[in-house]
């Protein structure tokens, strides 16, 4: 039986992105497509950091979608890539086939990032939800777009009276790491989180050099001035 009230943890969660390709996001309205691809890395880099089994499955690359994001990629560069020809992931054996063997090892919360939300998202989330009951799909709704804003906010509607949980990449990311005490991932994450999350990034670095009196992370020429000119 499915259980929502357990938070997220490297041991019980297995991430899949889908179909994060140049096509796809041209198509994307519903979040600005930088921002999204920034969400992506990040939570592909925050899986990394914790070791989380990450499927990565693609439709029609060659003749309508285009390669997957050469980011994502790097952050995977040994990963295989799950080939598909409909638009419905769980249509997909080897899909099937690569989210069992992680839910196999107790990784039955399925986290979610793809391309777009009221097609894709939507047909994987509901199919996979019916087919294997116990399985729990968390939906990062930041690191997935729509071809509207009501496409993605209707679909993320539909899913979450389904069942599914909506998420966004940097709570996935802090739920993951939880304590701050768990050194062995507290420099990757604030590293991560400096370069991906934005305001929460700058204060991070604030934090370090005015507050902890820290060395600046990069290195610069001499800081000359003020000269105020002659008026």
């Known amino acids: 039986m499915a259980n929502f009230l357990q938070v997220l943890t490297p041991s019980n969660s ?8 140049p096509q ?19 939570l592909a880099k925050a899986a990394k950091i914790f070791d989380i089994p990450t499927t990565i499955t693609t439709v029609e690359t060659d003749s309508f979608s285009g390669n997957t994001f050469p980011e994502l990629l790097a952050v ?14 769980w249509d ?12 196999a090892d107790g990784r039955r919360k399925i986290v979610v990032a793809g391309l777009w939300t009221e097609v894709c998202n939507i047909t994987f989330a509901l199919s996979a939800l019916h087919d294997v009951p116990d399985y729990e799909i ?4 930041d690191a997935s777009g ?7 906010k209707y679909a993320m509607d539909r899913m979450v009276q389904a069942g599914v949980i909506p998420v966004t990449w940097q709570q996935v990311l802090l739920e993951w790491q939880r304590d701050w005490a768990r050194k062995e991932t507290y420099d990757a ?28 992370r990069v290195k610069h020429g001499k800081r000359i001035g003020p000269n105020p000119a002659a008026r």
């Open 76 to 89: 995977y560069p040994e990963h295989d890539i799950l080939e598909r020809t409909s638009m419905n992931s």
């Open 189 to 216: 994450v604030t590293s991560l989180v400096r370069d991906h999350s934005g305001a929460y990034g700058m204060g991070i670095d604030y934090a370090v050099t005015h507050v902890h009196g820290g060395a600046e």
């Open 92 to 103: 997909d054996q080897n899909v099937r086939d690569a989210l069992a063997k992680n839910a």
């Open 146 to 152: 729509g071809t509207s804003l009501d496409a993605h």
């Open 14 to 21: 297995q991430l899949i992105f889908i179909d994060q390709q």
């Open 24 to 42: 796809m996001a041209f198509g994307v309205q519903s979040i600005d497509r930088q921002t999204l691809k920034n969400n992506v890395v990040g």
């Open 138 to 141: 968390y939906m990062v709704a």
